[in-house]
């Protein structure tokens, strides 16, 4: 079983940066590929950016790309997503889960909120 929470979101101006983190409990963590999700209100949720086990492959959502930067520290058991230049359409509750998600890991989300 795996727990992952976040964190890190908050309230920031347009062009502004956030980083957010996922903690993840279980010794296997380090196996999984993890994505980062974002949903916006009455919106469907979607993936932002995604990383391998290893961290050696990323992928990012069109609208994020060069904006908006997936890492990985195993040893730690953590995940980040660092977010520059923010947009008012970034607003959103931010998850972590694994890729593809799991029904019952999703947790309560961080929100980002960006004001224009």
């Known amino acids: 079983q795996l727990q992952l929470v976040e964190s890190g979101g908050g309230l920031v101006q347009t062009g502004g940066s956030l980083r957010l983190s996922c903690a993840a409990s279980?010794?296997?963590?380090?196996?999984?590929?993890i994505g980062w999700f974002r949903q916006a209100p009455g919106k469907a949720r979607v993936l932002v950016a995604a990383?391998?086990?290893?961290?050696?492959?990323?992928s990012y959502l069109d609208s994020v790309k060069g904006r908006f930067t997936i890492s990985r520290e195993n040893a730690k058991n953590m995940v980040y997503l660092q977010m520059n230049n923010l947009r008012p359409e970034d607003t959103a509750v931010y998850y972590c889960?694994?890729?593809?998600?799991?029904?019952?890991?999703w947790g309560q989300g961080t929100q980002v909120i960006v004001s224009s």
């Open positions: 279980g010794r296997i963590f380090s196996t999984y590929s």
């Open positions: 990383i391998s086990s290893g961290g050696g492959t990323r």
């Open positions: 889960n694994l890729n593809p998600p799991r029904a019952d890991y």
